[in-house]
């Protein structure tokens, strides 16, 4: 089945703006499986007092409690920003093969000046098992969300 990766950002950016509703920074991640979505995360940062519950985190840490590991390696992780060097990682060793993003890693560390200057695919690409990364999707659209919350 072929995924409308445009479909899924747009999910993406919805659970980013939820999550910036909600007091967090505007990011969202969701698993699709056969064209289904199967976990969705926001960032709780602010909310759960957590540094490291960005988005993706929380997705994996959800999704690889819930799933098989032959499910997950049949999933491809949406994301409305590239992930940073932390969560990359962690899908890494959850064995999502894929991730898909929409506002890549360097626009958002321009726009705030703040992070650590390795993009997913330079942090994956001498990985054991391969991890396919596309992006950006929508890149206006992700870049956006970021400018109205980062001003």
């Not at 993406?12 to 505007?26: D, F, R, S, V």
Request: aromatic share 8%; proline share 5%.
């Amino acid at each position: 089945m072929t995924c409308n990766h445009e479909y899924f950002i747009r999910q993406t950016l919805q659970l980013a703006k939820l999550a910036q509703n909600g007091g967090n920074h505007p990011f969202g991640a969701l698993l699709e499986r056969n064209g289904q979505i199967v976990v969705e995360a926001e960032n709780t940062v602010n909310t759960d007092r957590d540094c490291t519950a960005h988005a993706e985190l929380n997705l994996v840490r959800k999704a690889y409690s819930e799933l098989s590991q032959k499910m997950l390696s049949e999933c491809t992780l949406y994301t409305s920003t590239e992930p940073c060097p932390m969560c990359a990682g962690a899908i890494f060793w959850a064995g999502i093969p894929r991730i898909v993003y929409s506002a890549p890693a360097s626009g958002l560390m321009g726009m705030t000046g703040y992070g650590i200057p390795v993009s997913s695919t330079e942090l994956l690409v001498n990985a054991s098992q391969p991890v396919e990364i596309v992006g950006p999707i929508l890149e206006s659209e992700g870049m956006e969300l970021h400018k109205s919350f980062w001003k």
